[in-house]
């Protein structure tokens, strides 16, 4: 069923009358979990998909609607559902066992490649999450230094431990969160994106700034873009002032180019925090760097410094059967040119979503770099046109706008029941099995989403 089947009726309308299983699971799902779901962008009204199957670039759900994935494993898929070489090292690692609470062969062989792979990656030290990795970059930093301060940037997503949460998409004047202490708020800074005059008084007022980290293509992958040249500057001011600089690349980390962000970019972090896809798909992260920083989680330099060890324990560190996904995955990227299939698909399925746009007459952009997707809904009624579409002079208005509420939220109903599954940014993450049926199926889904709009008066 697909909106085309049910043409007078509404978006919502016809969501629910085609995901009658996913209705059932979310009533179940309230009475156990909060909000009914185990992950906040899962949230969607009136209730989120329940999916049960997937493969390459699609996925199906439990009522057997089909969908062009974009949603990718939150990023995680760079060569899609189910890649039948990653599958492969999958199953015969869960045929030799799940956990054996000991050091193993795949964790020595993935750790080298990502040494080979990253520039910055001189150690490894793997996490569960990405949002563990940023927590142990951060005590690193502060450990290496002697210092106290974070300096982050409005609007980028770190993860949710308590230096993160101030400053995302809430709390923009630094001040703590709920159930958050005052005293841990105080520790970070923070600035806008792209602000020289900003960062450059921040270095010139705070001589105890122990670290700054952030996502180096811009928050939400690029949807806020971070100028390069930005970049550059902050890696001349971490330098001068002996502050470590950290590139969180959990999103971009062997999805931009095989060596990340910081390769195709050629500005080399200090350390680098990792997940998504280093782990193929399955749970897992890490955090890398130079020697002498990760030389804190080191029990023989501890011993012979006479320094206080960084304790680092985790069940699941090093997972084996999340280390063969990774390091097949991690194969697979180094040795094809599957991180640039991706990226090209995103310049072509971008281009051809703003030519819609164009041919609609709606005042919208679609715009990103590399392999992501983001619909931008100009709130504000601006006068932009696609091709000429600035994001960076936007950022404020998009951290300004909750996001998935109102037309946004609209905008994905309508490519949901008409084939494509994107979060609620709109924005959509891109693997290299899209392709040329893909990218037509999506074209399609968001004219006619357009048009379903206007009909239902959400624009003009």
């Not at 509420?405 to 959509?428: A, I, K």
Request: neutral net charge; aromatic residues 6%; contains cysteine.
């Amino acid at each position: 069923m697909s909106a085309s089947t049910l043409p007078n009726a509404t978006l919502t309308a016809t969501y629910e009358a085609m995901t009658p299983g996913s209705a059932a699971l979310a009533t179940k799902a309230r009475t156990l979990l909060p909000s009914g779901i185990a992950h906040d962008s899962r949230h969607f009204d009136p209730y989120p998909l329940y999916i049960t199957r997937a493969l390459g670039p699609v996925k199906w759900d439990v009522d057997n609607n089909k969908y062009v994935d974009y949603f990718g494993g939150h990023g995680a898929l760079i060569l899609g559902h189910n890649h039948p070489t990653v599958m492969k090292a999958v199953h015969a690692a869960l045929d030799r066992g799940t956990h054996f609470g000991a050091c193993h062969e795949l964790e020595v062989r993935w750790a080298e490649l990502i040494t080979q792979m990253v520039p910055s990656a001189e150690r490894v030290r793997f996490t569960s999450s990405g949002t563990e990795a940023t927590l142990m970059a951060l005590r690193l930093a502060r450990a290496y230094t002697g210092r106290t301060k974070l300096v982050r940037f409005r609007g980028h997503f770190h993860g949710w431990h308590d230096h993160m949460t101030s400053g995302h998409t809430t709390h923009f004047d630094g001040t703590a969160t709920s159930g958050v202490l005052d005293g841990i708020s105080d520790n970070v800074l923070l600035c806008d994106p792209n602000d020289v005059d900003g960062i450059t008084r921040i270095f010139n007022d705070h001589k105890d700034i122990a670290a700054v980290i952030i996502e180096p293509t811009g928050a939400n992958f690029g949807k806020m873009p971070v100028l390069p040249s930005f970049l550059t500057l902050l890696r001349e001011l971490t330098k001068a002032a002996g502050t470590v600089l950290i590139f969180d690349e959990v999103v971009t980390g062997f999805r931009v180019s095989s060596g990340g962000a910081q390769k195709a970019l050629g500005i080399t972090p200090d350390m680098t925090t990792l997940a998504k896809i280093i782990s193929g798909g399955l749970p897992g992260g890490a955090v890398v760097g130079k020697k002498d920083i990760l030389d804190w989680l080191d029990f023989k330099v501890a011993k012979a410094t006479g320094r206080e060890k960084i304790a680092h324990p985790g069940t699941f560190n090093a997972n084996p059967v999340s280390a063969a996904a990774g390091l097949a995955t991690l194969e697979i990227l180094a040795s094809t040119a599957a991180c640039e299939r991706a990226n090209a698909y995103g310049t072509a399925v971008r281009a051809k979503m703003n030519e819609v746009l164009e041919e609609e007459g709606v005042k919208w952009a679609v715009h990103g770099s590399y392999s992501g997707i983001h619909i931008f809904t100009n709130p504000d009624n601006a006068d932009i046109r696609p091709a000429t579409f600035d994001a960076v002079k936007f950022i404020p208005t998009m951290m300004a706008k909750t996001r998935g509420e109102g037309v946004t939220g609209q905008v994905r109903m309508g490519l949901l029941v008409n084939g494509v599954d994107m979060n609620s940014g709109p924005s959509g993450t891109i693997s290299a099995m899209h392709g040329e049926e893909e990218m037509a199926v999506t074209v399609d889904a968001f004219r006619t989403t357009l048009r379903a709009l206007k009909r239902e008066g959400t624009i003009a």
